[in-house]
Structures are given as structure tokens and as C-alpha cells.
């Protein structure tokens, strides 16, 4: 396979992959509000927390002069100027699977074609903050069709298995941003703490459709320790840190055969450790360390990976001497 | 729907005498008519959000981004009776034959220069003629592997040649997306007919592509290198990659390494046997031609004279192509094959010659005048369109280097109908043919019916307002009817 086409489709997922993680987290954040005890506390900084989770804070305060709703979900659904936004995620995607449409399933061109149109039309015409419930519902299930037809469609060869790397590459990284940013927030200040606490880290939760799952291991007690051991280490719900690296370990593995080569050596390796570390420690050790520290670390040996991942598979702009 | 419907003096290729639908469009004819017209509205606004939808688009650079557009599908065929397509399919393998045989010869002996059929310096002055690929003897001989010939019938219906286009023809994928479209869409339409099949047509061109390998190669490695996705008919090499199965590459996917090509893939580099290009000679190697071009791959030119690469089309097939040796094809068939050819040219003056140029100065408001080296239907003079005015202007450039125009009569190109929300108007059309060399010559059955949807133009290019229709070829023994 070309090395630009193994790039698109790396892109591809990682790119359709973010913007459903964004909406899962507007969408989770809009029902919050109406859930939550203390809706006034919960007002406008909270929004501020998803562009936190974006990564993008600097583009957006330069963008706005304030963070309220109607900011903070344009900025997160449709603005060009957010690298991370959906729509940018969803245009970049479609041009990804645009270059390699020979490659992937015509249904599936078909089908990021169609979801990048109808945003497309979403972005032009006025929204309020009622349609943004519809807009996310609308991503999550076009994201939710494109990855049924990548699993119902595609043989399982180097196509497959590059897509797989990004995508649960992306599902890693941005798992443990979001665990990172609600970790962070100081919760002693608010009233009624213990409801407060419980809505935090149900919204949380819910963020990565994981809140069901999480009651069926835990009960209906949400602990916040509970909750960074489902998010880190389950390894059986797939949007936890764990399951992610091992898919991409073993979409690693399945690519090379099983076997480690002098070119694959450094990204075998850096997943291994990572892979190892996740088995080897509890959550008691892992919060031992400090959950920021952790998950800082965490985040940024995902971005190691993806470095690795580059660099052995030739993947971008490629310059052979 | 056919009240308004009008004939005016040109072939209409459905009806006859007036109003009498011709033989083999009368099932088709009489389905239409019982459709009602808000039902074909509804069903023509499926088809093109089909269209939209599959993102079978081409970009028009209008602005400074491109838009991208689909092209706008009418849903009445073009139907061809299997007598009919017998003939021309004769009469284009000829042409291909001959236009192979002159490229190879133009650029090897010039047996045709030195008999004086055609004077050496159209040849050696047409800017698509390249020395730096003279003396290379291609795989089979075949220095074309794919042409779309562009057919018009004059107003007695008889098909005649337009241009020959060797180089980089496109639309094929508008072929196979107009049928899937009129498949899923309009199927009762097709209750009456048995029409040939393009499904195995990929086998044909993958087969094709393969045989014109470098000799040494058992099971060769092909690719299609394209521009990029910004290129305007990017959708018809991805679509034609996908279907033949081979590789879409990019310029920078390649790279040539001690006389061989090499693509770049996830686990190193692997060597290219044959290059079906869709990037025009002047950017394919910038050690070569175009020292700007970014798309291109240096050191390809050398690979290919060494015989380690194929480039299909072959380089420099644009002076077969070239709008003043047009003029002479019929001699090259005369020439090569010893034979009269089936189908014929457009009258074409040359206006090197000063008695053609007299002819056509005194006639330029009946005529149509062509600059050689314009295409898509830019820069020329629609001599009964235009006003005294643009005559003056057109003739002052003429005036300037008159070789490098040719003229043609007007020709009153043949229409079908075409569908206009309440109404059926008659649009002109022409049928773009696509044939392939190889192993043997073979013509895919139809082609890419373009329709000038704009009522009363002549102009059926995609980038100037054309649509496209569906071509039918009939079975000479129907089944299933």
C-alpha cells in the first residue's frame, strides 16, 4: 500500500473518530444542564471546559470576546479557524477518504460524503440551541454508520488495520483528555458537593457512552476512583485508555505478521511499555502518582506512538534520500 | 411533455417526419408518455442528488476556489440500433489503427512525411511533437491505449468524426455512473430493450493495460498517476483505478531510482511496470519538459526510453491529435491501411493554405473557425452566433498567423430530447467512443452522450453548461424481451 494512502486512512478514522468524541461532549454537557442541581454554577465557565478538552483555548480567546453557549458550540461544531472543530474534522476526513476512494468501499465514501454535506448545510443556516441536541445526535449516528461499514465491509488487510491504529489511537488520546480536564476541576467549593460530585463524574460517564457499562461493574455508586479505574483499565469497554492501546497493538501486530523488524522496532516498543504499564499498575498506584501526572504522561506517549507510527510507515509528506 | 416539441430542420435522433418516433425509440417513446410530469420532476431530483450524494463531481475553477458541481443528467438516452454501432465500431477501430500507425510511424521512419501525404512541418511545428521521445519502440507498437473520439451527426444523420482525443480523454466514469443512475432511477425505461452490458468492460481495460507491460514483466504492476484530488476529472481516476483494480498514485508517490520507477509504499519502495497517466506530457518529468512542474516525477522519461517503464497514453500522441493534421486523417487510413475510411471527417479548411484562406475569410460568418491549440470549445468563432464585431476581432487574429486556425462549416449537429421540468425540448448532442488498444482494438458499446442543455447552443463541454445522457447500444438478439 502507498504510504499516502496508509496516511489518509489513518487520518480518516483519527479525523471522523474526533469529531464524534466532540459531539458525545456538547451532547453531554447540553444535558447536564438540565439535569444538574446547580444549574448557576454549572453556566458559562463549564462550557469552557469542552474548549479545554479541544485543546484550543488560545484560537477561541482570540476568536471571542466571552464564552457563552452559543460561542463555545460554534466554535466546537463549525468553525474553520478550530483545527479540532466538526466540521473541520469532517471536511479533513472526507478529503482523506476522497484521495483514497479507490481503496475504501464506495458505501463508505458515500457515506462520509453525505455526513459532510449535511453539515455542510448545517453550518450555513442559523441554529439555536435547540437544534444543537439534532446536530450532535446527527454526527454521533453518521459516525456510528461510517464505522458500521467499515466493520461490516472491509477486509481485514493493511487498509483495515491502518484505520484501526487511528482511530483507536484518537479514542485513546482524547479519553484521557477529557478524564484529565474533569480530574482538574476543584469540586470543594461548590453547595451541595455530593450531588454536584455524583453529576460530574456521571456526566463525565457519559461522555464516552460508558455509563451504562460503568454501573453494570460498579453499581449505581459513582466514585471518582471508580471511575478513572473503568476509564484507564477496563479492558473490556471500548473507549477505555486499555482496550484502545491494545487495538492498536494488535492492529501493530496483525500489519507486521507478529514480527518485530529493525524499522518497526522503536513503535513495537513504546506500545509494549505502554501496553505493560496499563497491566501492571492498579488505580491506587496510578492515582498514587497524581491522576494529571498520569494521564499527562499518558496523552503524551499517544502522541509518541502516532510519531512512531509516522515514521516507520513513511506516512505524511515523505522524503526518501 | 412533446406539444412545443420542435424539429426546426435538424436530424432529431428519437423522432422522425415530425412527430413519429423512429423505430427502436418507440417503446421508450411511449413510456415516457404515460409518466406524468411531476413524476419525472420528482425522479430527475433523485438523480441528481444521486449524483451529489456519490460525489460524482468535477471542479470548475470559476473563482479562486473550486466548486465543485455534478454534471447535470438527463434521462433520455441516446439510443443506438446494433446495425448502426456495427458500422461506426468498424469505422473507429480503422481510424484508432491508423492513427497508432502514424504515431509510430511519426516518430520512427516518417515514411508518411517522406511520401509527402502530410506536409513535415505541421508535424515537426505541432507543439505536441516531441524529439525526446522519437526512436522508442513501445510495447506492442501501441502508443495509444485509450481514445475518446468524439462523433456529431450532421443533419442527415450521418455520424461524422470531431476530434480524436489520444491524450488524456476523460469521462469514462460518467458512462458507468449514467447507466447506475438510469438503472436505479428510471428502470421501467429499460422493460422494452435488451442493452449491451458495460460491466465487463474493466476486465477488458485491465487485460489491455497489462499487455502493454515491458516485455520482461510476467505480472506487472500498474498505476494510474493523476494530478491530485484538485484535478477536475480526479473523480474518473479514481473511479477507473478502483474498477481496473490498480494503484492511484500521485507524482509524489514515485520516484526513479538507477533507470526503474519505484511507488513509495507503507514497506518501502516497489518497482512500476506500467503508468497509465493522466497528467499531460509537459508535467510528467521536469528534468525533461516543464523544469516547474511540481506533479510530475523527474528521471520518468529516461526509465521509459530505457523500455523499463510503460506510459500509456504514450508521450507525444498529441500530434496525431492535433486539430490541423485532423484534415488528414482519412489520408493516414488510405496510407497505412490501404483502405476507404467508414467514417467521416468534418470538411476542414487549413488556413496555411491561401486559397482555403481566402475561402474562409470570405465565408467567416457561415463558419465555424478553431484556434489548433484551444480545447473545450474555448477561443473559437460560431460564425452565424456572432456579431460583425467579434468577426473583425476573430479575423485580426487570424490575420496574424493564419496556420494556426482551421475552419469548419457549421454543422447542424443532430438533437434528443431533453427533459425541462414541464417539457421535452430538443437539445443537440454529440456521443463521445471510447476505444482501447492492446492485445487487439476494442470499443466499449456507447460511449458519453454530452447534450448542450442550453437550448440552441452547439457547446456540449461539461465546463461550458453540458449535460451528459445515457448511451444505449441494443443486442443484435435481444434476450429477456
Known amino acids: ?321 | 411533455m412533446f406539444n412545443s416539441y420542435k424539429i426546426d430542420g435538424y436530424f432529431d435522433e428519437m423522432l422522425e417526419n415530425g412527430k413519429e418516433p423512429r423505430g427502436h425509440c418507440k417503446p421508450f417513446h411511449e413510456k415516457i408518455n404515460e409518466v406524468s410530469p411531476e413524476e419525472l420532476q420528482s425522479r430527475y431530483e433523485l438523480a441528481q442528488s444521486d449524483f451529489l450524494r456519490q460525489g460524482i463531481t468535477f471542479t470548475v475553477y470559476s473563482d479562486n476556489e473550486g466548486t465543485e458541481r455534478t454534471m447535470p443528467f438527463d434521462f433520455v438516452p441516446k439510443i443506438i440500433p446494433p446495425e448502426e454501432w456495427q458500422e461506426l465500431e468498424r469505422g473507429l477501430m480503422q481510424r484508432f489503427d491508423a492513427l497508432n500507425a502514424f504515431l509510430d510511424d511519426v516518430y520512427h521512419e516518417q515514411n508518411i512525411l517522406k511520401d509527402g501525404i502530410i506536409p513535415r512541418d505541421i508535424v515537426v511545428n505541432c507543439q505536441h511533437f516531441f524529439h525526446q521521445v522519437a526512436g522508442i519502440d513501445l510495447p506492442r507498437r501501441q502508443h495509444i491505449f485509450m481514445a475518446g473520439i468524439d462523433l456529431i451527426r450532421d443533419d442527415s444523420g450521418e455520424y461524422r468524426v470531431l476530434e480524436d482525443n489520444l491524450r488524456n480523454p476523460s469521462g469514462l466514469s460518467y458512462v458507468f455512473q449514467n447507466r447506475y443512475v438510469m438503472r436505479k432511477v428510471y428502470p421501467e425505461f429499460f422493460n422494452q430493450y435488451s442493452v449491451q452490458s458495460l460491466e465487463q468492460q474493466f476486465s477488458y481495460l485491465h487485460s489491455a493495460m497489462a499487455s502493454l507491460a515491458p516485455e520482461s514483466s510476467q505480472n506487472p504492476t500498474i498505476v494510474l498517476l493523476t494530478p491530485g484530488v484538485h484535478n477536475s476529472a480526479y473523480y474518473d481516476h479514481s473511479f477507473i483505478a478502483q474498477r481496473t483494480g490498480i494503484e492511484l498514485v500521485e507524482g509524489r508517490d514515485l520516484v526513479v531510482r538507477e533507470r526503474e520507477v519505484y511507488m513509495k509504499t507503507a514497506r518501502g519502495l516497489k518497482k512500476v511496470d506500467v503508468i497509465y497517466r493522466r497528467i499531460d506530457d509537459e508535467f510528467l518529468d521536469p528534468l525533461e519538459f516543464r523544469e516547474d512542474s511540481l506533479i510530475g516525477v523527474p528521471g520518468l522519461i529516461d526509465v521509459y526510453r530505457a523500455g523499463n517503464v510503460s506510459i500509456l497514453n504514450g508521450i507525444g500522441n498529441g500530434v496525431a491529435d492535433d486539430k490541423a493534421i485532423y484534415h488528414f486523417v482519412p489520408d493516414m487510413i488510405r496510407y497505412y491501411l490501404n483502405e476507404e475510411p467508414l467514417v467521416k471527417n468534418v470538411d476542414t479548411y487549413l488556413l496555411r493554405y491561401e486559397d482555403q484562406l481566402n475561402y474562409v475569410l470570405d465565408h467567416l460568418s457561415e463558419l465555424v473557425v478553431k484556434h489548433t491549440n484551444a480545447s473545450g470549445g474555448y477561443n473559437m468563432l460560431i460564425g452565424p452566433h456572432a456579431t460583425p464585431e467579434e468577426i473583425e476581432a476573430y479575423r485580426k487574429q487570424i490575420l496574424e498567423n493564419p496556420s494556426e486556425f482551421i475552419a469548419q462549416p457549421t454543422i447542424k449537429l443532430s438533437r434528443l430530447p431533453a427533459f425541462k421540468e414541464d417539457r421535452f425540448a430538443a437539445c443537440h448532442v454529440d456521443l463521445r467512443v471510447f476505444i482501447f488498444g492492446g492485445e487487439k482494438t476494442h470499443v466499449f458499446p456507447g460511449g458519453l452522450t454530452r447534450v448542450a442543455l442550453k437550448e440552441g447552443s452547439l457547446v456540449v463541454n461539461s465546463s461550458q453548461g453540458g449535460g451528459a445522457k445515457d448511451t444505449w447500444v441494443l443486442e443484435e438478439n435481444p434476450i429477456n424481451v
Open chain 1, 1 to 321: 500500500m502507498l504510504s499516502r494512502v496508509a496516511d489518509s486512512l489513518y487520518w480518516l478514522t483519527r479525523n471522523v473518530e474526533r469529531a464524534e468524541n466532540n459531539a458525545r461532549l456538547i451532547a453531554v454537557k447540553l444535558t447536564s444542564r438540565l439535569e444538574n442541581a446547580n444549574p448557576i454554577e454549572e453556566m458559562n465557565q463549564n462550557w469552557y471546559e469542552l474548549i479545554e478538552i479541544s485543546g484550543f483555548q488560545e484560537v477561541f480567546d482570540q476568536k471571542y470576546e466571552r464564552s457563552s453557549d452559543h460561542n463555545v458550540i460554534e466554535f466546537l461544531l463549525f468553525s474553520m479557524e478550530n483545527p479540532n472543530s466538526i466540521l473541520n474534522a469532517i471536511t479533513i476526513g472526507r478529503e482523506n477518504a476522497r484521495a483514497v476512494r479507490e481503496i475504501i468501499p464506495n458505501e463508505l465514501w458515500e457515506s462520509i460524503n453525505s455526513f459532510y454535506l449535511k453539515l455542510k448545510r448545517h453550518s450555513h443556516t442559523p441554529w439555536t440551541m435547540d437544534d444543537v441536541s439534532d446536530i450532535c445526535e446527527l454526527v454521533k449516528k453518521e459516525s456510528l454508520l461510517f464505522q458500521g461499514i467499515v466493520e461490516a465491509t472491509m477486509p481485514r488487510g493493511d487498509a483495515y488495520l491502518f484505520m484501526e491504529m487511528g482511530k483507536h489511537l484518537e479514542r485513546a488520546e482524547k479519553a484521557a483528555r477529557i478524564l484529565d480536564v474533569y480530574y482538574h476541576k476543584d469540586l470543594e467549593s461548590y453547595q451541595n458537593k455530593e450531588i454536584v460530585e455524583y453529576h460530574h463524574w456521571w456526566s463525565v460517564l457519559q461522555s464516552v457512552s460508558g455509563h451504562e457499562a460503568y454501573i453494570k461493574t460498579y453499581r449505581p455508586l459513582i466514585k471518582s476512583r471508580n471511575v478513572a479505574e473503568f476509564f484507564i483499565l477496563n479492558a473490556e469497554f471500548p473507549r477505555s485508555m486499555m482496550y484502545c492501546i491494545q487495538k492498536v497493538r494488535n492492529a501493530f501486530v496483525a500489519l507486521e505478521d507478529g514480527h518485530v523488524e529493525h524499522y518497526s522496532e522503536s513503535l513495537a516498543q513504546e506500545l509494549e511499555h505502554l501496553a505493560n504499564d496499563l497491566y501492571d499498575f492498579s488505580i491506587e498506584e496510578i492515582l498514587g502518582q497524581g491522576a494529571h501526572t498520569f494521564l499527562q504522561s499518558f496523552q503524551h506517549r499517544c502522541m509518541t506512538i502516532g510519531m512512531h507510527i509516522t515514521k516507520t510507515y513513511y506516512l505524511g509528506e515523505v522524503v526518501i534520500p
